[in-house]
């Protein structure tokens, strides 16, 4: 496409974003994708934990039995 790379194209796009949009409305749009991010972070750690103990536990009931 016109012999551009991709990080031309992305510095064509953010130049062309804070034209439009303004610089604060960029910088709120990045704090909260940041925030969203770290939530679902927390999140897949906290199933990864769930997940973990539950197989600890299935583990232990399957090592009574024998």
Known sequence: ?????????????????????????????????????GEFKKGKQDIEKELKDLSYHDSDKDTDRA
């Open 1 to 37: 496409m016109f012999g551009l790379g991709l990080p031309e194209i992305i510095v064509i796009v953010l130049i062309v974003a804070i034209l439009f949009f303004g610089g604060g409305k960029i910088t709120n749009f990045a704090r909260s994708l940041g925030r969203a991010s």
